[in-house]
C-alpha cells in the first residue's frame, strides 16, 4: 500500500433503518448491563470476603482492581484489533459468554487464589465489549443523533451498578447474613454470600443468543490508499502505523485518555468503597445500603447520563462543536465539589439527600468520553485506539481506583480501617479535579481532530 490520504475517503450517509440501530443499541446495552452487575458485586460483599479467605482491605482492593484489570487491559489491544478486522458482533458474543461463565465460577471459589483466577477470567471477557460497540455505534448513527446512542448504551453502567448493588442486597438479606451453606444441583455446596455470584453470572450465559439475532453494521469512516495499479483500496494498517497515528495526534489522545481515567478513578474508588464507608460509618447494613443506592442509581443517575447526552447533542446541532467535552468537564467539576460531602454530613438523612445531589454528576462523562473518541478516530483503528485509551482508564480506574482509598487511609490516618471514609473523599477530590483541568484543556484539540474526521464521511 502506498499515499494513505484519510481526507480521499467518501461515504454515502446510508446509516441503517433507526429501528434496527437502536435495536442493536438496546442489545448492546443488555450486555453492558450484565457486565457492570458482574464488574460491581463484588463491592458490596467486602465483609464476607475478608472473614471467609482472611484477607485485608488492601487485598480486596487489588480483588476488586488489579485482578480484574489485569489482562483486561493488556488484552483489550490485541482483542479490539481484530474488532477492527473481523466481526465484531461475534467478537462480543464470545467474550460475554466467558465472562458469565468466570463470574459464575467466584461462587464456587474455595480459595482465595481461585476467587483471583475468576475475577481475571471476569476482566478478559469483558475486554471484547466496548471498543467493539463503540465502534458500531459510530458506524450506525449520524454525529448529530450519536450523544443519544452512547448515553443510552452507558446507561448500562448505572443500571448494572445499580442492580449489582439491589441483587447484592438481597442476597445479604436472604442468603449471606444467615451463614448458611446451600446445596444446588450439579454445583454442589455453596456458602451464602457466593450465591451473588451465581445468580448474577450464570444468566448472562445466554445473551450470545440475542447477539446472533442482531448484525455487524457497514464500517464507515475508512481511510483509503491507492495500490501498485492506481486503484483506491481500503488501507491495512499495521498495529505500527496505528500508535505512529495515535502519537500523531497526541495532544489531544493523552489529555483525553488522563481526563477519562482520573474520573474513572474516582467512580471505581466510590464503587469499591462506598457500601463499606457507610457501614462503618453509620453502622448501617450493607444490604440495605445495596437496596438504597440501587435506587438512586435508578433514579438519578440513568437518567442524568442521557441528560447529558441529550445536552450534547442539543449543543452539537447549534454548532457548538466541543460540547461533549464542555459536557464531560461538567460532570468532572460537580463531582469533585459534591461527591465526597456524603461522608462528612452529620445525619444519616443528609448523607442521603447528598448522595442523590452528587449522583447527577457522578456519570456524567460515562456516555461522552467513549464517543468523543471515536468521532475522531478513523474506522480501521477506532477499535485499537477506543482499547488503548481503555488501557489507560482501566489501569488508573480499575487498577488503581480501588486501591486510592486505603492508601490514603493508611497514609494519613495511620491505616484505621474506620477512617476509610477520608481516605475515599480525597481520591474524589483529586482524581475529578485533575480530570476537570485536562478535559478544558483538551478541548481546541479535539476541534481540530473533530474538523479531520469530516473528511472520511
Not at 482465595?112 to 475486554?127: H, K, T
Not at 495500490?227 to 483500496?233: E, I, M, P
Not at 505512529?244 to 468503597?273: D, E, L, P, Q, R
Amino acid at each position: 500500500m502506498s499515499n494513505i490520504n484519510p481526507s480521499s475517503v467518501s461515504e454515502a450517509n446510508d446509516y441503517p433503518k433507526p429501528k434496527e440501530a437502536w435495536y442493536v443499541v438496546a442489545i448492546l446495552l443488555l450486555c453492558y448491563i450484565f457486565s457492570f452487575v458482574d464488574r460491581q458485586i463484588i463491592g458490596y460483599l467486602v465483609e464476607p470476603i475478608e472473614r471467609t479467605f482472611g484477607v485485608t482491605d488492601a487485598q480486596v482492593g487489588l480483588l476488586s482492581g488489579l485482578a480484574f484489570a489485569f489482562l483486561y487491559t493488556f488484552l483489550g489491544i490485541p482483542i479490539a484489533r481484530a474488532s477492527d478486522k473481523f466481526n465484531r458482533r461475534s467478537i462480543i458474543a464470545c467474550g460475554v459468554f466467558l465472562w458469565s461463565i468466570a463470574a459464575t465460577s467466584c461462587g464456587l471459589a474455595k480459595s482465595w487464589v481461585q476467587l483471583v483466577i475468576g475475577r481475571v477470567g471476569v476482566g478478559v471477557g469483558e475486554a471484547t465489549l466496548s471498543p467493539a460497540a463503540y465502534s458500531m455505534m459510530v458506524d450506525m448513527f449520524p454525529r448529530e443523533k450519536q450523544g443519544s446512542a452512547f448515553s443510552i448504551y452507558n446507561m448500562g453502567i448505572t443500571i448494572g451498578s445499580a442492580l449489582a448493588a439491589l441483587l447484592s442486597g438481597v442476597v445479604v438479606f436472604v442468603f449471606a447474613k444467615s451463614e448458611t451453606t446451600y446445596v444446588l444441583p450439579i454445583l454442589g455446596e455453596i456458602p451464602g454470600w457466593q450465591m451473588a455470584f451465581i445468580v448474577t453470572g450464570l444468566p448472562g450465559a445466554l445473551l450470545p443468543l440475542l447477539l446472533l439475532t442482531i448484525r455487524d453494521p457497514k464500517r464507515r469512516g475508512l481511510i483509503k490508499a491507492t495500490d501498485a495499479a492506481g486503484n483506491s483500496v481500503v488501507a491495512k494498517l499495521s498495529m505500527l502505523e496505528v500508535f505512529k497515528y495515535t502519537w500523531k495526534s497526541k495532544a489531544f489522545y493523552s489529555k483525553h485518555f488522563f481526563a477519562w481515567g482520573f474520573i474513572s478513578m474516582v467512580g471505581y474508588g466510590v464503587g469499591a468503597w462506598l457500601p463499606t464507608s457507610f457501614n462503618r460509618l453509620w453502622g448501617i447494613d450493607t444490604g440495605r445500603i445495596g437496596i438504597i443506592q440501587g435506587i438512586v442509581l435508578l433514579v438519578v443517575n440513568t437518567p442524568a447520563v442521557f441528560i447529558f447526552g441529550k445536552l450534547s447533542d442539543k449543543y452539537a446541532k447549534k454548532g457548538v462543536k466541543d460540547a461533549p467535552v464542555i459536557m464531560c468537564m461538567i460532570a468532572a467539576i460537580g463531582t469533585a465539589v459534591l461527591a465526597a460531602l456524603p461522608y462528612s454530613m452529620p445525619t444519616v438523612t443528609l448523607m442521603w439527600v447528598m448522595f442523590c445531589v452528587s449522583s447527577v454528576f457522578f456519570h456524567g462523562y460515562v456516555a461522552l468520553s467513549p464517543m468523543i473518541v471515536s468521532q475522531v478516530t478513523p474506522n480501521q483503528m477506532r477499535a485499537q485506539v477506543s482499547s488503548m485509551c481503555l488501557f489507560v482508564v482501566n489501569m488508573l480506574g480499575l487498577g488503581v481506583g480501588p486501591s486510592l482509598p486505603p492508601f490514603f487511609t493508611k497514609i494519613f490516618f495511620g491505616g484505621d480501617k474506620m477512617m476509610i471514609h477520608w481516605g475515599l473523599s480525597i481520591s474524589i477530590v483529586l482524581g475529578a479535579t485533575a480530570s476537570a483541568w485536562l478535559y478544558y484543556a483538551e478541548r481546541k484539540h479535539y476541534k481540530l481532530k473533530l474538523d479531520e474526521a469530516a473528511a472520511l464521511q
